[in-house]
């Protein structure tokens, strides 16, 4: 079986009908699936857990080869050494404990963005950081760079605001994500996704359904939605797997504040 990335999904060359996530598509006679399944399939195929190996699906001694992956590995180590904040080692050691999947949910001013850089040496891999406003971009693009850009040849890629700049660590605004995600979506390993509760907007969902990324990290201070389509999230890049409220921190970590609550007429 071969598993290639085709125009943001997984196509599936000779593949059996066990292999999970998969359907068929007459338009090329073969198993096709979403891009996102990529770390299911590649388990499936190469470590099987109680289901029917790739082997015992063919009756023979089959071959797995896996064409999908573009992404790097690599060692990176921030150039600014800060010791984490309690919370921030928690919160990562949450993330690690969770197969580098999931969010977490921080108040505004309490260092997601340091979590982030934690999180991209982490993971040694291609990364894409996903924001909502160019603003956002140009500020992520600059702490990257500051973290890690004397190790990266090419630099931090800037892909938005007019710039089109792919390397192993990019940053991206979520309109550009969505209008290239299909073409550069097997390039990281893993992927950043800030102010994740804009990401269940149905186009946006794209963004983490046609990347291969394995590891997935969404961040935000306000993780719930009022039309509930937060619960989306869980199968898009994980669960919530840590939460600091700004009471929880407010004193030692943030600044004491008071809420006042105006009438309006």
Known sequence: MRLAFDDGTLLLENAPDTVPYAEWDDRVDEYRAQAQYYRDIREWATEPDGQPTLEE???????FKNDARSYSKFHLTPSVAIEPRDYQQD?????????RQGSVVLPTGSGKTFLAVQAIADAGVSTLVVVPTIDLMNQWHATLTNAFGDQLPDGVGVLGGGSHSVANITVTTYDSAYRYINEYGDKFGLL???EVHH??????????????APYRLG???TYERADGKHEELEDLLGTVVYREEVDELAGEYLSEYETIHLGVS
């Open 219 to 221: 961040l935000t201070a």
């Open 199 to 212: 990401l269940p907007a149905p186009t946006y969902q794209q963004i983490p359904e046609m990347t291969i």
């Open 91 to 99: 919160a990562l050691s949450a993330w690690q404990d969770s197969d």
């Open 192 to 194: 950043v996704v800030d």
């Open 57 to 63: 699906s063919t009756a023979t001694v089959a071959e």
